[in-house]
């Protein structure tokens, strides 16, 4: 299996800019009562809109199928008090596209379902632009490996943090890639993306799609803990999640600016 290899300016600098005060809870998946997973997300692309997922935990032993939550009163309020009905569309999906999010603006979650009530807040910040992707040689185990480089200029002054999610001809590469600019304040950023699973790795004429995230500090530190998880992946329960949801559930809810750029490997 290929594993990630990573500098030592950039391990320390990804342990050392985890803090803060968000809840983490540690879960036994094979014997806790189920709980409400929340991912909700307002986004600044009106094809996108604003989508909230609500399912049950599940145990670790079981066949993963997706629990939802139905039936759930779910909305959204911006910080000008307007608030958004996010009706269900299918089972546990909760959408409303009207709802497009603007940088500087704060949303507001509001769950209702089966008598408990759970709220989240983020603020959407600054869309950071990447300025292209680039193919790159990289050293694994003996061989060679293509990997895609995003490069982007992150703005002067702390407080910018990063989640990008990686494509392999349409399907998802399950490894999270989250920063924020405890080391890179004000600098080109050129982090490698790489892939921990040998089945991912490149090939000529694979179309290869990063969507970069720009997030709020709360949703970072998520994103990281998800990073630092057994399995790596954005779409299971991480070990010790580090959620911003209030109440008794976990997961998270973002306003997050969003853009993607492509590149086919030569």
């Not at 979650?109 to 292209?132: E, H, Q, Y």
């Amino acid at each position: 299996m290929m594993n990630k290899i990573f500098s030592i300016p950039f391990v320390a600098f990804l342990l050392f800019s985890l803090t803060g005060c968000e809840k983490v809870i540690s879960l036994d998946l094979n014997t806790t009562a189920p709980v409400i997973v929340v991912d909700g997300h307002v986004s600044n692309q009106a094809a996108t809109g604003s989508i909230v997922r609500l399912s049950y935990t599940n145990k670790v032993q079981s066949d993963h199928t997706i629990v939802p939550v139905t039936g759930a009163a779910v909305t959204i309020q911006e910080d000008n008090g307007t608030v958004y009905a996010l009706p269900e569309v299918s089972a546990g999906v909760y959408r409303n596209e009207a709802l497009v999010g603007v940088t500087g603006r704060t949303y507001h979650l509001k769950i209702v379902t089966n008598g408990v009530t759970l709220t989240a807040s983020s603020k959407m910040p600054v869309m950071v632009n990447v300025d292209s992707l680039v193919v790159e040689d990289f050293p694994n185990f003996g061989k060679t490996v293509k990997v895609v480089t995003p490069y982007y200029n992150d703005p002067a002054g702390r407080g910018n943090n990063y989640n990008l999610v990686l494509f392999k001809n349409g399907r998802l590469i399950k490894d999270v890639f989250a920063y924020d600019d405890a080391f890179i304040d004000g600098r080109k950023v050129t982090f490698p993306l790489i892939y921990s699973r040998e089945s991912d790795e490149f090939k000529k004429g694979d179309v290869i799609e990063v969507v970069m995230n720009c997030i709020d500090a709360a949703n970072y530190k998520y994103w990281f803990s998800f990073s630092q998880s057994s399995n790596g992946s954005p779409v299971a329960i991480p070990d010790n999640p580090v959620s911003n949801i209030e109440g008794n559930a976990i997961g998270v809810f973002g306003a997050a600016t969003c853009q993607k750029r492509a590149v086919i490997i030569p």
